[in-house]
Structure formats: C-alpha cells, structure tokens
C-alpha cells in the first residue's frame, strides 16, 4: 500500500514560530497562497485531522475528493505551552524539562510522546485495515503526527528524521508491519522541478 504522508499548510501560528498543536488554527494567507493550483500525488483516499488547518489543505489540493476525518491523527496537546514560543517559554523549568526528555515527559496539562504515539498508531491501523496492498492513500496531518508515525513503523527509529515542511511530507509504503519512507514529497507547481 502507498501511502502519502503531507503536512498541512503553513497557519499564523507557524510563521511566528508558536506551538500550536491543539490549537485549531486555520491557513494563514501565505499557506492559502502556497497551495493554490498545487500539485499533489493522485491517491485514491483522503484521511485529515480533525483541525482546520488539514482540512483547508485537503481541500485545496484534493478538492473533488472526499474527506474522512480521524480525530486521533490530530497534533499534539502541548499543554500549558500552546500558543507560545521558544523566548516565551525559554525560562520555565517545566519547558526545560520537557526539552531536556526530547518530550518523553508532558508538558503540564499536555501530551507526552507516548501518548501521541499511542493514538496516532491506533488511528493509523484503522486506516490500513480498510484498504488493499494496491490502494494509495493520503494522509493530511501535522508535523508531529508524521513524526510520531514514522519513529513507530519505520525502521530507523528517529524522530526529528522526519520533520516535514509545510504542504510537504513523504511517499511511504506499507507491508502491514512497516511504514518505508521512500521519497519527500512537496505539493508544488507541477512544472516548477526548482521546489521537488
């Protein structure tokens, strides 16, 4: 099965650099603008987050398709640190805490990494079990759902391997055990080979 993991859109949120996983945030202009008239992978089957900020995406770069929504696949709940930044957040011991684990701790009132993994792993087999070897799908997500899919089911392990860019992500397959991450893929211009 192939499946298409693509980040969603760039939000105010992003450009001011804001933890804004709960938040449902929508597309900033500059995140509508960068996916106009995109191209995106053919697939046969959208699957989004929750949050308005995927759906807006799914919807500008699959617009005549169908979208089915998984609350699991949403962001992480960054807690008391939503809607911060970095220079906000930079003395307080429980951010330091939560940087110095790699987020193996919660933030206060938030969500650790096994709890992302936990869901978005739980969501992700729902998924697959409804399609066929042969099926492509995409999956319009957050930064952090990839992440946390791709360090469960793909052979190398690492998490912050797989930081993808806004309207960005990876062409992935699955054997039913292990998700392979193939290539990146950017929705882009289809004739502008200067942004793949």
């Known amino acids: 099965m192939t499946i298409y993991l693509i980040r969603h859109g760039q939000t105010r949120g992003n450009l001011e650099r804001r933890y804004i996983g709960s938040t449902d945030q929508p597309l900033c202009e500059q995140g509508r603008e ?15 987050s929750p949050l308005r900020r995927c759906r807006e995406t799914a919807a500008l770069l699959y617009p005549d398709m169908p979208q089915a929504v998984a609350e699991d ?3 992480c709940d ?4 939503e809607g ?3 220079e906000e ?8 805490e939560w940087l110095d684990t790699a987020g193996q701790s919660a933030p206060p009132h938030g969500e650790s990494k096994a709890d992302i993994a936990r869901r978005t ?3 992700f087999r729902a998924i697959v079990s409804r399609h066929g070897p042969e099926d492509i799908i995409a999956l319009v997500v957050h930064g952090g759902t ?3 899919l791709l360090e ?3 052979d190398s392990r690492q998490f912050y391997r797989w930081q993808a860019p806004n309207g960005g992500g990876f062409r992935c397959q699955w054997d039913g055990v292990r998700l392979t991450a193939e290539e990146s893929v950017l929705c882009h211009q289809e004739n502008d080979s200067s942004s793949e």
Do not use: C, N, S
């Open 73 to 75: 696949l949403r962001e």
């Open 89 to 96: 957040l930079k003395d307080d011991p429980a951010y330091q």
């Open 152 to 154: 469960e089911l793909e």
């Open 121 to 123: 792993l739980a969501a």
């Open 34 to 48: 960068a996916l106009t008239g995109k191209w995106a992978p053919a697939v046969g089957a959208v699957y989004v």
């Open 146 to 148: 990839i992440m946390a």
């Open 84 to 86: 911060h930044t970095y």
């Open 78 to 81: 960054f807690g008391a640190f």
